[in-house]
């Protein structure tokens, strides 16, 4: 009976979370206090800066950012968020899309991690057990420096390794190595009650499941142990541009497609092509960005089936063989080094969406066509700043889709291409204009709408996208992961102590 009533408060709780009483705030507050555990509210200084988001589009106002600094810490404040009804949330990097590790609306305590730094890497093992509060310029120097070890990841030196591992982890070495999340072998995990747990294979096995694809919705991660790779020796960066008309910009993108399905192509190379604004109506810049991590002699014959079809270049090509470190860099177009002036700089104002395309089926000559002429025309007079990025996931060798898609939370493994969609405000601050949501969306609609029912696609849960309804997230990104997702959220989280836009339902919520 307490416990359903306890469940009651909750629920309602969870309903009413921008209306919390100025009572639960004050108390929230000396509970923190009497833990010890650092935390900002409204009314104190440091809460703005403490709750700027990276998309300065979405500006939610937390009721408190906390700074425990380890994991009894971050179980006491989860558990002074739920008795009072307070949606809890964990940030790490910040670098979320919808702002969702402020919550991804108003009302929540968010836990942040940047207190929780540590990599320790145990040298018998190549084992590294890193503190979710780390970026990824921290984690890849940490490993490199400490022992010549490397991990799967993106390229922006500033993503927390918190959030981008618990939703997947893509970068150039993942057709080798797998997603950030495939190297994932246990997690040290506070629950929703409270209860610190480890995981993996053999502990708590169904919630190691969960976590690897759909973390922020079970518990909060203040360690990942990862199974590292030797960084690898010479690894050779390339970037190429072409600025082209529409008719060479949709051969461009066959070819491309062509290219990335080669069963040439070994899996030690990773890469995309982004597509930007034309330096004229009608035109398209055309950029293929990667590096290639085998030995640097076999680099030219890999590109040549794609260079050699493509047209002339509009500037010097660039190709780079540096160490590993180097190479992280001239990927990130920054230094690695995640320094407060680096920190304060990083915010955008944008929209975004995503959108797999299955391996087994093509993107059709229709859609390309479709997804081009917009880019030349619409593309040419918005005033925003945008990109699509086309992401190689797949290619036969791709240790991505050798994982099969039920083994982890993470779904989308059967995927060619992670298409991006982005649009940046005009100078990178708020306002957002309305064109940039309708345009973004069009893009997508000129792929789907091209394609037949049979043309499987789905999302890609780092690049989380709010506008998507109930039905299209859970879809999009966990296909028939979902039910085994909401089966385990009512075991660990009944209540929704984590609850945000696009956290996996609880059934037990329903029944209470
Ligand atoms: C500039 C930029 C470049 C990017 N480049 C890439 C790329 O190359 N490849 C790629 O795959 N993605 C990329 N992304 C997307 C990125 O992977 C996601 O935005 C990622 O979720 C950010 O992680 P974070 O820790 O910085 O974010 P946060 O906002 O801190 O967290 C994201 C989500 O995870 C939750 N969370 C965070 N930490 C934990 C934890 N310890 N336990 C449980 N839940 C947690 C948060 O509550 C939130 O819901 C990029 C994003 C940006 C902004
Ligand atoms: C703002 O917060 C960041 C950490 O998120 C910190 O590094 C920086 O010093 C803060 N800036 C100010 C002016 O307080
Ligand atoms: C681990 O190995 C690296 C060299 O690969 C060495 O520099 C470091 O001292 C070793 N660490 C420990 C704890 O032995
Ligand atoms: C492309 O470059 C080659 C070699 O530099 C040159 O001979 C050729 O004329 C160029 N083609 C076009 C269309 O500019
Ligand atoms: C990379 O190579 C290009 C030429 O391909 C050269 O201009 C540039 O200086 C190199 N950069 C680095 C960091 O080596
Ligand atoms: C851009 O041009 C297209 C037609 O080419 C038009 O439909 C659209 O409204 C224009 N958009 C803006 C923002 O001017
Ligand atoms: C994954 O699916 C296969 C069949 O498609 C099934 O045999 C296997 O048991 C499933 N694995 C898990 C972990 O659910
Ligand atoms: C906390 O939740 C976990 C996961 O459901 C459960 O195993 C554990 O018994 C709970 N602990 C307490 C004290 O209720």
Known sequence: MAAIMFRRRLLLGALCISNIALGNVLSLQSILESEGIVAYFEDQPNYQNASTPFNLRLPFKPVAIAYPSNVEEVAGA???GASLNVPVCARSGGHSYGAFSLGGEDGHLVIDLSMIRDIHIDNSTSVAIIGTGNRLGDVATGLFNQAGRALPHGTCPLVGIGGHTSYGGYGFTSRQWGLTLD?????????????????????NSDLFWALRGAAPSFGIVTHFHFQTFAAPTQPTYFNYYWSLPLDQAITAIELYQ?????PSLPKEIGFELNLFKGSAMGEILVNLQGSYYGSPEGYDA???PFLSAMPNQTSEPQVNVTSWLENLALLAGTPLATTPAFLATDHDTFYSKSL?????????QEAIVALANLMSTEGWNTSTNWFVQLELYGGLSSQISMTSSNATAYFNRQSLWTIQFYASSSDYSPPYPEEGFTFVDRLVASITAAEPDTFRYGAYPNYIDASLTPHEWQTLY???????LRKIKSEVDPTGVFTFPQSIPSDSLFVV
């Open 78 to 80: 989860i558990v002074a």
């Open 356 to 364: 797999t395309t299955p391996s087994d089926t093509p993107m059709s």
């Open 302 to 304: 890999i590109v040549d």
């Open 478 to 484: 966990y296909g028939s992961n979902l039910d085994r």
């Open 258 to 262: 062509k290219f990335s399905s080669s």
């Open 183 to 203: 190297a994932v072998i246990g997690a040290t995990v506070a629950l929703a009650n409270g209860t610190i747990v480890e995981t993996s294979a053999s502990q």
